[in-house]
T-cell receptor, first 109, second 115 residues
């Protein structure tokens, strides 16, 4: 299976704290994407980082990519209760997205 | 961003019936759409790639006769779960690919419950 792994599987923090999620993958990639999924809903695209990029920012999100270690991290700064969701990384291989196992983030007020 | 819709959002059916799920790209044309299924608290697993005007490409282990896919136009792909059984109960999500970076926009999902 090409499916990546994410850790932690679950993360509970307080509002205002930062949340860091990690993703590891197995094969060479063209790019890596992060998605958010609220419970029972579809996925929302958060950010895409190309294989030749090392870091990318979007609002309160910061994504890093280390292709030598085949890993990526997603940092959410100053978290809010509305950030409560599952977060998935996805890599592009053979024109298809392969999703990681996901991190369930709970942000308490 | 691009908008993808799914219909219905939720369906409950009896075992043995067939269920059709529609996936539409609302403001763009999608030559390629994807169908995923997701079990509770698990990740998305790709079922098949749907190409407009041609047969779908199924992932290993997915029965093509069980999960019929038709991509009849550039804005519509349908997934029909034939002779549904309780083990087919799941969350089915479609997506449409846009642009050169394989960015995908996802529908809101369809919750299928087979009694």
């Amino acid at each position: 299976s090409q499916q990546g792994e994410e850790d932690p599987q679950a993360l509970s923090i307080q509002e205002g704290e930062n949340a860091t999620m990690n993703c590891s993958y197995k094969t060479s990639i063209n790019n890596l994407q992060w998605y958010r999924q609220n419970s029972g809903r579809g996925l929302v695209h958060l950010i895409l980082i190309r294989s030749n990029e090392r870091e990318k920012h979007s609002g309160r999100l910061r994504v890093t990519l280390d292709t030598s270690k085949k890993s990526s991290s997603l940092l959410i700064t100053a978290s809010r209760a509305a950030d409560t969701a599952s977060y998935f990384c996805a890599t592009t291989g053979f024109q298809k997205l392969v999703f990681g196992t996901g991190t369930r983030l709970l942000v308490s007020p | 961003g691009a908008v993808v819709s799914q219909h219905p959002s939720r369906v409950i059916c009896k075992s043995g019936t067939s269920v059709k799920i529609e996936c539409r790209s609302l403001d763009f044309q999608a030559t390629t759409m994807f169908w995923y299924r997701q079990f509770p608290k698990q990740s998305l697993m790709l079922m098949a790639t749907s190409n407009e005007g041609s047969k779908a490409t199924y992932e290993q282990g997915v029965e093509k006769d069980k999960f019929l896919i038709n991509h009849a136009s550039l804005t519509l792909s349908t997934l029909t779960v034939t002779s549904a059984h309780p083990e087919d109960s799941s969350f089915y999500i479609c997506s449409a690919r846009v642009g050169p970076n394989n960015e995908q926009f996802f529908g809101p999902g369809t919750r299928l419950t087979v009694l």
